[in-house]
């Protein structure tokens, strides 16, 4: 594969003239440069009113290279060839250079120019590109694809580095100032008739680039529409010269690929860090965006976009100042939100024009920071206040929709979150943790922090990342933040059935959920098989008619009619009539009454492997809440008897213990205050406990 190198324009703030003497100082020899060992010319020339010098040098480099390949490659310098052509009236130099040596086996082309400033006469321009070709070279060909390409890169800003040293040697010496290149007159008659040679420069760049059907950024110049070293480094941040190159080439394969306005440079910026600087790949993942974008109008959605007035009021996020790094910072009340209630009333469509939204404006946050702190910020801190997070937060739809939207941003918004302050975080926090975190990147989680109880407010806490007059008084901080409070959406608020049905969640839901039926005297089962302790079960379901009584139980037996896979299974009744409770199977959750209407959210970290049974039975007020074990026939009476009838939507999973721990040990990883809260939640695993909550 061909390796490719494109530098930016780098600016020196100096005249051509005085540049070329610095530049002519490098040869025949550069002791600042220790791989260069010397320069021989091989042939040179002038044109008849010397303005145009050409040179040909042959040029050894020392192969800094492992002794093993040295000793197989047989050779401890290679020679490359260069040509010079210096025009002193066009005030141009440029150069090509290849290698001689190993030519058959490795072709590596070089190409660079000195130009003068297109908006100063008296700077001069810098560019400089490179490819690498290894078609054979003794079976190490990868071996020297990565050599190379390191010792390439890490010489290319030294380049720089040494003509300023010269120029510097220069006017130390007295010499500021060299005057310009001028013709005679007779000179400038001959070249008013003169037809154009093999040696005349070609034609500007921005006439070139005007033929190719490539775009232009918003109609900005060719020569304005390249990056130059001082612009990436204001306001783009450091970028090694490889990651220059690889954002100089995805840019220039936009323009000449995709028509009207590409992507802003600190955009394609974030897709290149999304993929460790992977061309191939951050050219793929950017593309797919972009198709997105203009899919469903994303460009133009902080125009279009107006939340309605439920969202705004009930929706408990909001942007507040700044972190101390001057991102903007961006605070969700997750715990407070009724996200159930906020799905019902306004649609899981309308939350997620809402995140991109709140995306798209974090992007127009940073643009703005980057101008007013004079430093490039690319990238916004949320934090996350988890108080008040509990079983409801696990209502099935809504986790459903939260992994769209994760996958949507990480997709869309890669490397816009800098960092993810999660404060106040409960013991049920892991479990939900468990579910989400498949969907983040490894790079995103790298920048999380979470803090259990009040452990952000002591040192290690939000006064290393937030300004005190920044921390929002509810955080016991002295900031007066205006972000809703949330709460519980009203039902008058919810839509229709019909609504609900146009936004087609009647069929996403339906897809979810299972429904039952239940009868006095026939309780529906539920069995799940748990192959290791220290897994976790988790429910969520709706009474629509009656009441009922939940319980969870355990069992080392399978019920005759379950199946042997783990995984939940169903048919109808399971326990046994002769079993008997506390001998055949024990109840590790209190029995919970459930009223109709109410949606119960819960989970249960399992102690034992073996069968858990979830069981709905019709609520009695008069008998006991235990399960009454009935015969064949009391059942198939109760089953035709008048009897009251209970209807419920239910859905349950398991998440393996290793998937748990292995989450729990990613939080863990974290650095955080998070130690509290995993001892809290280990020790939650061995111990029954009660974990539903009535949400609605």
Known sequence: MVQKYQSPVRVYKYPFELVMAAYEKRFPTCPQIPVFLGSEVLHESRSADGAVHVVERSCRLRVDAPRLLRKVAGVDHVVFLQKNVLNWRERTLHIEAHNETFASRVVV???????????????????????????????????????????????????????????????????????????????????????????????????????????????????????????????????????????????????????????????????????DFHL?????????????????????????????????????????????????????????????????????????????????????????????????????TCLLDLEGLSMRHLWRPGVKALLRMIEVVEDNYPETLGRLLIVRAPRVFPVLWTLISPFISENTRRKFLIYSGSDYQGPGGLVDYLDRDVIPDFLGGDSVCNVPEGGL??????????????????????????????????????????????????????????????????????????????????????????????????????????????????????RWPGVYLLQWQVHSPLGSVACSLLGVDDVLTALHSPGPKCKLLYYCEVLASEDFRGSMSSLESCTSGFSQLSAATSSSSSQSHRSSLVSR
């Open 109 to 275: 082309n070089e190409n660079c120019s000195y130009t003068v400033h297109p908006e100063n006469e008296d700077w001069t321009c810098f560019e400089q590109s490179a490819s690498l070709d290894i078609r054979s070279f003794f079976g190490f060909e990868n071996a020297l694809e990565k050599i190379a390409m390191k010792q390439y890169t890490a010489n290319v800003k030294r380049g720089k580095e040494v003509i300023e040293h010269y120029l510097h040697e220069l006017i130390s010496q007295g010499t500021s100032y060299l005057p310009r290149w001028t013709p005679t007159p007779v000179q400038e008659e001959e070249d008013t008739h003169r037809q154009p040679g093999p040696q005349d420069p070609s034609p500007p760049e921005g006439e070139a680039i005007s033929s190719t059907p490539g775009p232009a950024l918003e109609d900005v110049s060719s020569d304005g529409d390249k990056l130059d070293a001082d612009y990436i480094e204001r306001c783009l941040g450091h970028l090694t010269p490889m990651q220059e190159s690889c954002l100089i080439q995805l840019r220039h394969w936009l323009q000449e690929t995709h028509r009207g306005k590409i992507p802003k440079d600190q955009h394609i910026l974030r897709f290149l860090r999304a993929r």
């Open 489 to 606: 959406v009203p039902k008058s608020l919810y839509l229709t059935e019909e609504e609900q049905d146009q936004a087609d969640q009647l069929r996403q839901w339906s897809e979810t959920y299972h429904s039952a039926s239940v009868f006095r005297g026939a309780p529906h089962e539920v069995a799940v098989e748990i192959l290791e302790g220290e897994s976790v079960i988790t429910w969520d379901f709706d009474i629509l008619r009656g009441d009922m009584v939940f319980s969870l139980y355990h069992t080392k037996q399978m019920p005759k009619t379950g199946s042997r896979e783990p995984g939940p299974r169903t048919s109808g009744q399971l326990i046994d009539k002769g079993w008997v409770l506390g001998t055949d199977y024990s109840r590790v959750e209190a029995p919970l009454v459930c009223r109709e209407g109410e949606s119960i959210q819960g989970s249960h970290v399992t």
């Open 280 to 380: 191939d790949k951050a050219r793929e993942m950017l593309c797919q965006s972009l198709s997105w974008r203009k899919q469903h109008q994303v460009d133009l959605l902080l125009q279009t976009w107006r939340p309605p007035a439920l969202l705004e009021e009930f929706y408990a996020g909001g942007w507040h100042y700044q972190d101390i790094d001057g991102r903007p910072l961006y605070i969700l009340r997750l715990g407070q939100m009724d996200t159930k209630g906020l799905m019902k009333a306004v649609g899981e469509e309308a939350l997620l024009q809402h995140v991109l939204s709140v995306n798209e404006e974090g992007q127009k946050r940073c643009e703005g920071n980057t101008r007013q702190f004079g430093r490039p910020i690319s990238s916004w």
